[in-house]
Every structure is written in C-alpha cells, then in structure tokens.
C-alpha cells in the first residue's frame, strides 16, 4: 500500500487560499488519492478524491501531478471552521475492497 | 439524510468491566468498518463487514473485542474486559458498498480508569 507525507502543521490567514500538499510517490495506477478532515472531536469527514484529473466540489479543489506523485488540496477560502486535521490517503484494494490507511495528516489553522 | 449515528458518545469505565458501542449506519450502505484512533494518531481499520459478515477482521484483538451485525445494519463491538490501552475513540463508518467512499460516524470516546 502506497504511503503519504504531509506537513506536520500548517497556519493559513482567514479569507485565503490554504494549500495542503501531499506526497505519494509509490502510488499505483489504480490507486485512488482521498482527502478526509477531522474536526476537534468529531469523526473523520470526507472532502474530496481522485485517481488522475482534477477534481472539484464544492467544499475543495484536488490537484494531482500528471506524474501522480504528489498532490495538493486547495480550499479556496478558507474560514476559521476550516481548522482541523487534514488526511491525504491513498486508497488500496485489498481482498476486493478499497481500504484507507490514515496516516497522521497535517494540523491546519486558520487565523483571524 | 441521517448521517453515521453511535452511541454513546463518551464512556468511562474502571479496567476489567465490558463495554459495549453501538453504530447505526447510514440507510442502505451494505458495507460497515469499526475504527480505533489513538491520541493523536489516525483512525485504524479493526473490522470490516459486507452486510452481515465479517469479511476483515485481522486487526481485531479477538481475545478482548468482539463485534456483531446481526441482521446486516447494525453493529455493536464489545470488548471484555477493557484494559487501561483501551482508551481512544472507536469510529464507525459505512460505505454504500466495498469500493465506495467511507462516511464516518462521530464517534465514542472511551476512558478506561
């Protein structure tokens, strides 16, 4: 199963642009990249996924390198509720079923 | 749409007593997944099921933890007796079948004195 490295922590001012990036050099080709966050206390919430193309919702943008090495996940503008714990998971099928393997993602906080 | 319910959302109990959580997914996903998370790490897979059957237990500490879905909605996971490592936060998830994206529940954070 492929692993992911993220910043430990990262700090984004109200209003801009927060650009998580994560890496996965092991990635296979039909391994999908994930993104969860999770708020203080609450369950891990989905955002967003890709296999090769961009993607977007409308919570995130994923971008991922045509190499497929490496990925970065944009919120737009961020908020203060955007302070959480943001998970890059690449996905794996094991026994016929896609598993997550988290790792311990990138502590983001969004300042006033 | 209802999301991923459990209950209860915090339990504390002295080391040696059982315990029991319970998980209500979210209506139709036939695949269910009980995670631990410890303090400050992610969540890690303890069980999967495909309706009704246990289809990946092997991180489940099968000494101490049991886990059920009866009737293929469901789910309860048990662990007797609880010992002080237990203490974490147990998370349900259900997708709407095995290659589907994972929808987690709020989880209940266990303390074990």
């Known amino acids: 199963d492929a692993k992911t490295t993220q910043p430990t922590s990262m700090d984004c001012a109200e209003g801009r642009a927060a650009n998580l990036p994560c890496n996965h050099s092991t990635i296979s080709g039909n391994e999908y990249v994930y993104w969860y966050r999770q708020i203080h206390s609450q369950g891990p919430q989905y955002i967003i996924h890709?296999?090769?193309n961009n993607e977007t919702n409308e919570m995130a943008s994923l971008i991922i390198t045509e190499d497929r090495k490496s990925s970065t996940l944009i919120l737009p503008h961020a908020t203060l509720r955007d302070t959480a714990v943001y998970y890059c998971i690449v996905s794996f099928t094991q026994g016929g079923s896609e598993k997550l393997v988290f790792g311990k993602g990138t502590k983001l906080t969004v300042n006033p | 749409e209802a999301g991923v319910v459990q209950s209860p959302r915090y339990k504390i109990i002295e080391k040696k007593q059982p315990v029991a959580f319970w998980c209500n997914p979210i209506?139709?996903?036939?695949?269910l997944y009980w995670y631990l998370q410890n303090l400050g790490q992610g969540p890690e897979l303890l069980i999967r099921y495909e309706n009704e059957e246990a289809v990946d237990d092997s991180q489940l500490p099968k000494d101490r933890f049991s886990a059920e879905r009866l009737k293929g909605v469901d789910s309860t996971l048990k662990i007797q007796p609880a010992e002080l490592g237990d203490s974490a936060v147990y998370l349900c998830a259900s997708s709407l079948n095995r290659v589907e994206t994972q929808y987690f529940g709020p989880g209940t954070r266990l303390l074990v004195l």
């Open positions: 209506s139709g996903h036939n695949t």
């Open positions: 890709g296999l090769k």
